[in-house]
């Protein structure tokens, strides 16, 4: 009987989140650990298809870093990183696409729907709902740096996200673009997701990683920054507590911010349900960011 009361007491302490929520648009970044191992995958789309079913609007955009490199291994291709980036020439863009749409896009739509939820993503070609532009980087020396066929997100379709969402259908997204001529250009996923949130005015942002969230002292999992604010991250980031990969993460969450989205978050999507801790509990499991 205790046990059935904590759950009842669990469900009233979500309720308000459930109210302040409804028909609300959350973007979710799904990469990493969340996307390679099973049971951390299948916490994750179950918490997703939870959120749909009780009236949130999730968007899932989602990138495929590690399979991608195990796919160029097995055609004999070596990743090459150009500022942290990665340099997307006609062949790796071809494993590129053929990993993200055809293998990612499409296991992911199955296992949503295995679930019992409603989902859908462009890996059959009739849609698309990211375009974008060639990017390039400045150099050290002031010369732009060639990525290849990498871009960014200038434009999504919102009128076509938004259908499906109040439909309460899952937009599944791949982190990639058309540019102008109808090609392909290779996203970063964060990014991605940044720009889908701020061009949908979305409520939430929450990009899953492979850590607890910000730590003051990365040996130390205990040291979890629970909010934070953009100046603080600024400054956080200026002293290197902040660093690596967490920087472009940290970067994604301003940009979506600056766009118009309420708060940001950095989850760990190995912890079981962390989605949901993060949304619908009062204290939540990872580090929030906002204005």
């Keep these: 009987m205790d046990s059935a009361i904590r759950k009842a007491e669990t469900l009233i302490e979500a309720l308000r989140y459930l109210r302040q929520f409804h028909n609300q648009l959350i973007v979710i970044k799904l990469g990493g ?18 959120m749909s079913t009780v009236g949130l609007r999730p968007i899932i955009v989602h990138g495929g870093g ?81 990525l290849g066929r990498v871009g960014a997100v200038t434009r999504i379709d919102a009128e076509l996200l938004r259908d499906f969402c109040a439909a309460g259908i899952i937009p599944l997204i791949p982190s990639l673009a058309l540019d102008e001529a109808g090609g392909w250009l290779n996203v ?3 990014t991605a997701a940044a720009a889908v949130a701020g061009q949908l005015g ?17 040996k130390n999992p205990d040291s979890l920054l629970t909010s934070l604010n953009m100046q603080r991250c600024q400054e956080l980031i200026a002293q290197k507590v902040i660093d690596e990969g967490m920087i472009p993460k ?11 989205v309420k708060k940001t978050h950095i989850v760990d999507g190995r912890l079981r349900h962390s989605l949901l801790l993060e949304i619908y509990t009062d204290r939540g499991v990872g580090t929030e960011i906002t204005l």
Excluded: W, Y
Aim: net charge negative.
């Design 250 to 260: 940290v970067e994604a969450c301003f940009d979506s911010l600056r766009a118009g």
């Design 188 to 190: 970063n996923a964060d």
């Design 66 to 146: 590690k399979p991608i490199d195990r796919a160029m291994a097995e055609s004999g291709l070596k990743p090459r990183k150009v500022l942290g980036r990665r340099h997307t020439d006609d062949e790796t863009l071809a494993i590129v696409v053929r990993v993200l749409l055809k293998e990612i896009n499409a296991d992911l739509e199955r296992k949503v729907r295995q679930l019992g939820g409603r989902a859908i993503g462009p890996h059959l070609g009739s849609l698309q709902f990211l375009f974008g532009t060639k990017l390039t980087l400045p150099g050290p020396d002031g010369q732009p740096i060639d």
């Design 33 to 50: 650990s969340a996307m390679e191992e099973p049971d951390a995958l299948l916490a994750t789309l179950q918490d997703v298809v939870f």
């Design 202 to 218: 979305a409520e939430k942002l929450v990009l899953l990683t492979d850590t607890p969230g910000i730590l003051a002292d990365r």
